[in-house]
């Protein structure tokens, strides 16, 4: 079992930018950790922690993935609907493969927690 708590993260590694996992950078530096807690990026199915710094940035969602915010703060932006939702500590959502978003990291730390089909992470 892995507890999941709200401002409690174990460790992260260090994944680079968000542009090494195929987002465009639109302000800020986009530096992004995590960390696999079932399965790997190449495994049918993961979870994971994930972190962000203060940015923005537009991606398009290469899994289908359940996520819960353990810590910060972000508004996302599903591009297609125009439908924007600011999500904090204890807010979590589910996006479908394929769906362009627009992230924009209000605090820095940002913390989530994430269930995904193909958790397939870029080189760093």
Not at 22 to 32: N, P, Q
Not at 92 to 110: I, M, N, Q, R
Request: aromatic fraction near 10%; hydrophobic fraction near 40%.
């Amino acid at each position: 079992m892995f507890a999941l708590k709200v401002n409690s993260v174990p460790s992260l590694d260090d994944w680079g930018t968000v542009a090494n996992l195929g987002s465009t950078i639109l302000e800020g530096d986009g530096k992004a950790s995590g960390l696999f807690t079932i399965g790997a990026p190449e495994a049918p199915l993961g979870a994971a922690y994930f972190a962000v710094s203060k940015s923005k940035f537009r991606m398009v969602y290469p899994f289908t993935e359940h996520a819960l915010v353990v810590e910060g703060e972000a508004t996302l932006t599903n591009e297609t609907t125009g439908e924007a939702v600011t999500f904090k500590a204890g807010d979590g959502w589910t996006v479908e493969k394929g769906t362009p978003v627009l992230w924009d990291v209000k605090s820095p730390p940002f913390r989530k927690t994430l269930y995904g089909r193909r958790l397939i992470v870029r080189g760093s």
